[in-house]
């Protein structure tokens, strides 16, 4: 038996009307291709040109957002 392993991104905003743990928005971001070779760096590349998630700076740390929250505050 093998298991592969793939990347998933999480979104970091906050969304009170989801039914995420602690009132935090439940969207994740993955990609069908293998973790290896690739990294969170080329995750994140992807998702953003292909589906709109973005990185950003939010009190004073870096947080990853679904398209959703990426427009508007957190």
């Known amino acids: 038996m093998t298991a592969d392993a793939y990347l998933v991104i999480r ?3 906050t969304d009170e009307t989801s039914n995420g743990v602690d009132g ?3 969207a994740e971001a993955s990609w069908p291709i ?3 070779p690739h ?3 080329e995750l994140r590349r992807l ?7 973005d990185r950003q700076r939010r009190d004073g ?3 990853d ?3 959703e929250h990426a ?3 957190a």
Request: proline share 7%.
């Open 11 to 13: 979104c970091e905003a």
């Open 24 to 26: 935090d928005c439940v």
């Open 34 to 36: 293998r973790f290896e």
């Open 39 to 41: 990294n969170h760096t």
């Open 47 to 53: 998702i953003k040109e292909q589906r709109g998630w």
């Open 61 to 63: 740390r870096l947080v």
């Open 65 to 67: 957002l679904c398209p």
């Open 71 to 73: 427009a508007g505050p």
